[in-house]
């Protein structure tokens, strides 16, 4: 029997049937069970609603009221929950969810898993365009969230002076870049040793069948990106020409 880790996040694993139906056996990696998963499918992932819950209530906490959301296609089942979990954070602090403050870059099955960063940048010069923009971004991730604070500059402003930005999956870089980034932290150390100790299981024993799922929790690591507004609201200027 063959068993694989994949690190797909995507709501169906149809496309792999004819696999399983042979009895290939799969550990989900970063993704959330669903319903109409195959049977003795074992997932593992964090919890990526209260991950979006979570960074929402702080910038909530710091006093913003007007909190974008920049991703790419809200096609995987990870960016689903982290949207989902932002939205649910504005509604118990009655904050009216506007949809003109999510940016979702890309369209299909182009999730921009590549160009995370110039679809960042892409989704922040919009936000900064809306009537009355928003004070305080959360990017999908922290590629994205680093393409949001280069628009934010090339816009001449700053973070988190004029806009906060905060990320998710606390990247190596995330703590290096300037400023830090403030984001939700995954525990892959954990998340990786449950994934292989569960190939281990089904390798020692092929005929199990039992479909297990572990959702672990998340992490607020607080950093500079992120400060409470300014009395008056960011607004994208113009940038100046040299000499002038």
């Known amino acids: 029997m063959r068993t694989v880790i994949i690190g797909s996040s995507l709501p169906s694993f149809g496309h792999l049937q004819s696999a399983l139906e042979r009895g290939m056996r799969l550990v989900a990696f970063d993704r959330e069970p669903q319903l109409g998963d195959p049977p003795g499918l074992v997932t593992v992932s964090v919890?990526?609603?209260?991950?979006?819950?979570?960074?929402t209530r702080h910038l909530l906490s710091l006093g913003h009221r007007k909190i974008g959301f920049i991703s790419g296609p809200i096609a995987t089942v990870s960016r689903r929950q982290r949207l989902a979990g932002y939205s649910e954070a504005l509604l118990d602090a009655g904050v009216k969810f506007r949809a003109d403050f999510v940016r979702a870059e890309g369209a299909g099955d182009d999730f921009g898993d590549v160009d995370g960063a110039d679809r960042g940048q892409q989704g922040m010069r919009a936000l900064l365009r809306?009537?009355?923009?928003?004070?305080?971004?959360?990017?999908?991730?922290?590629m994205y969230a680093i393409g949001a604070c280069a628009a934010v500059r090339e816009e001449g402003l700053r973070v988190p002076?004029?806009?906060?930005?905060?990320?998710?999956?606390?990247?190596?870089?995330?703590?290096?870049?300037?400023?830090?980034?403030?984001?939700?932290?995954?525990?892959?150390?954990?998340?990786?040793?449950?994934?292989?100790?569960?190939?281990?299981?089904?390798?020692?024993?092929?005929?199990a069948g039992q479909t297990t799922a572990v959702i672990m929790g998340p992490s607020l690591v607080l950093r500079q990106s992120t400060a409470a507004p300014r009395a008056a609201a960011p607004s994208a200027q113009p940038r100046r020409k040299r000499g002038t």
């Open 161 to 207: 002076e004029d806009v906060s930005v905060a990320g998710f999956d606390d990247i190596m870089i995330a703590a290096l870049y300037n400023p830090p980034l403030t984001t939700v932290r995954q525990p892959l150390k954990e998340m990786t040793r449950y994934a292989i100790e569960a190939i281990q299981r089904l390798q020692s024993d092929p005929g």
């Open 47 to 55: 919890d990526n609603r209260l991950g979006g819950i979570m960074v």
């Open 130 to 142: 809306v009537e009355d923009p928003p004070t305080a971004v959360i990017a999908i991730n922290d």
